[in-house]
Nanobody
Framework: QVQLVESGGGLVQAGGSLRLSCAASGRTFTTSNMGWFRQAPGKEREFVATIRWSGDITYYADSVKGRFTISRDNAKNSVYLQMNGLKPEDTAVYYC??????????????????WGQGTQVTVSS
């Protein structure tokens, strides 16, 4: 079992930055691949970034590449999403997710078996 709690969302102007955190509980965190997804009103949940359990492999959606950075600290059971150069189209609820069944980071929401409750990010123009 893995429980995930996101924090760090808020309201920011376009061009600004936010750092999302996801605190995990459970002994399997250090062997879990972690991902960030987002869902805007009226849209499907979409992949943002993922990081392998070891931290050595990351993938990003094209829409955030070069602006967002995913990282993790296994000693703190936490994963982070540093978001720079925010745009109004980044406005969404951001979810942290864990995939405990595979050793390779995944980009499909269906491949994640644990989810947090989400944190709202709003970017004003």
């Amino acid at each position: 079992q893995v429980q995930l709690v996101e924090s760090g969302g808020g309201l920011v102007q376009a061009g600004g930055s936010l750092r999302l955190s996801c605190a995990a509980s459970g002994r399997t965190f250090t062997t879990s691949n972690m991902g960030w997804f987002r869902q805007a009103p009226g849209k499907e949940r979409e992949f943002v970034a993922t990081i392998r359990w070891s931290g050595d492999i990351t993938y990003y959606a094209d829409s955030v590449k070069g602006r967002f950075t995913i990282s993790r600290d296994n000693a703190k059971n936490s994963v982070y999403l540093q978001m720079n150069g925010l745009k109004p189209e980044d406005t969404a609820v951001y979810y942290c997710a864990a995939a405990t069944w595979t050793s390779y980071p995944q980009q499909r929401a269906d491949d994640y078996n644990y989810w947090g409750q989400g944190t709202q990010v709003t970017v004003s123009s």
